[in-house]
């Protein structure tokens, strides 16, 4: 059985309510131009499993730190961020590759696609450096390429690609391992609204039939309509701000002073 395979199986036996993430007082500072500027502040978080959580608010709110520190790509200033009650302040070098190779995928406003490598080839890396086999590894490939609607672009590589299907190919990348957890970052950010409903639906699909957990940035109320449960974040802090329910992140944050 492949260290996948064992993974799924390893889900499907844990109690959807089980936290898979959880942020614990969590707070990200920086120094910038001799001031503290406080990125994320106590910031109390689970992310259970199976569930779809959005993150919502104004650009440099603190959603993509927030986002970082769940991901271990960052570390809190104080506070914990626990992987499966582990503290992952604790991780060796090695734990982190396993992380970030089997269980957390990541889908980047960058894109982060590498420029010389084709669409199919940035999907197909992160299989072949997991040691999954040729034949499995063509096979899911293709099938998240199709799943994002780019298979007739699978030689093309991102310079080739619109914004729009440089995302698509980043999204690809990220499920094609079937991680435990997605956490993207504007995941629709450059997607027209067709696309968009196929990349929600793909969403919703890993979520209630792969019990994957997503944990999305985002200002689409689309993707806001079919979250568990929605945050907004406002100065590095965190709000609960629905259970299933819409809401306006703009409206939200609007201030007298915009009018």
């Known amino acids: 059985m492949s260290q996948a395979t064992e993974q799924i199986t390893e889900r499907e036996s844990r109690g959807a309510s089980t936290p898979i993430i ?38 440099g709110s603190g959603k993509t730190t927030l986002l970082n520190l769940l991901a271990g ?18 991780f060796s070098e090695k734990q982190f590759i396993q992380l970030r190779r089997y269980r957390i995928g990541v889908v980047f406003q960058s894109f982060a696609l590498l420029p010389l490598l084709s669409a199919y080839e940035n999907v197909e ?96 109320s689309t993707l806001l309509d079919m979250a568990d449960k929605i945050y907004t974040v406002h100065n590095g802090e965190i709000e609960l701000s629905g259970v299933g329910t819409r809401v306006d992140a703009d409206a939200r944050f609007k201030r007298p002073d915009d009018e």
């Open 73 to 90: 790509l960052d570390h809190p200033t104080s506070g914990h961020v626990l992987f499966e009650g582990a503290d992952m302040a604790n």
């Open 22 to 59: 959880q942020a614990i007082n969590t707070s990200r500072d920086y120094q910038l131009a001799g001031e503290i500027v406080h990125a994320v502040s106590d910031v109390s978080l689970d992310v259970r499993i199976g569930e779809f959580i959005t993150l919502v608010g104004r650009s």
């Open 125 to 220: 890396l992160p299989l072949r450096i997991a040691g999954i086999g040729a034949s499995e590894r063509s096979k899911r490939t293709n099938e998240v390429l199709e799943i994002v609607g780019l298979g007739r672009r699978a030689k093309h590589r991102p310079y080739e690609l619109s914004g729009g299907e440089q995302q698509r190919i980043s999204i690809a990348r990220a499920v094609a391992m079937r991680p435990n957890v997605i956490l993207a970052d504007e995941p629709t950010g450059e997607l027209d609204s067709v696309n968009a409903a196929q990349i929600f639906g793909l969403f919703q699909e890993m979520v209630h039939e792969e019990e994957m957990s997503i944990v999305a940035t985002t200002h689409d």
